[in-house]
């Protein structure tokens, strides 16, 4: 047993670059990007460590010893191959950070609700079907940042989970849930959001998830021009009128104009957000491609 506890220091030591006595010394460690499978459970007595780096490793799991690490305000353990993590995770009551982004976790154990401390957490980019009940105690907790994926899942409202900002990635920009989003449940959104919201990302967000024909069909739309191509796709120009019914938008908002074709062979719908000046199928049809020899390339929104 000594001889394995000696060779887990050892392996610390040629891993951190630092002795086992500097290494007790030390308040903050940086073990990212070291290629690191499994963490030497050596780490666990490191009484003082209070921010401790593990992200871009190659990490499937996080032993339960982690927990003795209580001192520790800040973990990143981002860009690993985490599907799980140990109960102990709890025992974390100076945790104020929680990076856990890039990941595979499929849940997260009842035992996080008791990081009395956790201001941020992190769980974007994982495979999270729901949230534990135990957040609502994140009594802290100021930012959490959830996938899309995840929000649509969960069958209450994220006002239930927690009182902290909540933001999603979209488009690789972090985008904070406006009040309407965080107070109902996702299959409450309205499409008249639309026209409240004051904020252009958040409009952008309500466009993305709710789906262009969806907002069609609730909003209403002006059909500019209909047309049939050469292989007998029909095309349709259709016009949301919202540049005038947007509410003090930060920035001027032009209306929305779409392409809809329907593939007469499979009844499919394809649709795609085009610029607003334009009036013709034709013309709108040319502006999606690189090449005019290159086949029409349609966002599928049904």
């Given amino acids: 047993m000594k001889n394995n506890s000696e060779s887990d220091k050892r392996k610390l030591e040629e891993i951190s670059g630092y002795s086992w006595d500097e290494l007790n010394q030390l308040t903050e460690l940086d073990l990212s990007r070291k290629g690191i499978k499994k963490l030497p459970e050596c780490l666990s007595g490191l009484k003082n460590l209070q921010e401790l780096d593990l992200r871009e490793n190659q990490l499937a799991s996080v032993p339960e010893t982690i927990g003795n690490l209580e001192s520790l305000q800040e973990l990143n353990i981002g860009v690993n191959n985490l599907s799980t993590l140990p109960e102990s995770i709890g025992n974390l009551k100076s945790l104020e950070k929680l990076y856990l982004y890039l990941n595979h976790l499929t849940h997260l154990p009842e035992s996080i609700g008791e990081l009395k401390s956790l201001e941020f957490l992190d769980l974007l980019d994982n495979k999270l079907t729901c949230l534990p009940e135990s957040t609502v105690f994140l ?142 199928c034709e013309e709108a049809r040319r502006w999606t491609l690189f090449d005019e020899k290159i086949e029409m390339r349609f966002v599928d929104e049904t």
């Avoid at 008249?192 to 998830?209: A, G, I, Q, S, Y």
């Avoid at 024909?213 to 292989?231: C, F, P, Q, V, Y």
Wanted: aromatic share 6%.
């Fill in 139 to 280: 009594k802290k907790l100021t930012h959490l940042y959830i996938d899309l994926d995840l929000l649509q899942k969960l069958p209450l409202a994220l006002k239930h989970y927690t009182k902290a900002k909540i933001y999603i990635s979209l488009d690789e920009i972090e985008v904070r849930l406006p009040e309407q989003c965080v107070n109902h449940v996702f299959s409450e959104w309205k499409e008249e959001w639309l026209l409240e919201f004051k904020n252009t990302e958040h409009r952008m967000m309500l466009v993305k998830v709710l789906g262009y024909e969806m907002i069609m069909k609730k909003l209403g739309s002006i059909t500019l021009h209909k047309e049939i191509d050469r292989s007998g796709n029909e095309m349709e120009l259709h016009k949301i009128e919202i540049a005038s019914k947007v509410q003090s938008a930060d920035e001027p908002e032009e209306d929305i104009v779409l392409l809809k074709v329907v593939c007469p062979s499979t009844g499919k719908i394809h649709i795609l957000r085009v610029p607003p000046g334009m009036t013709d």
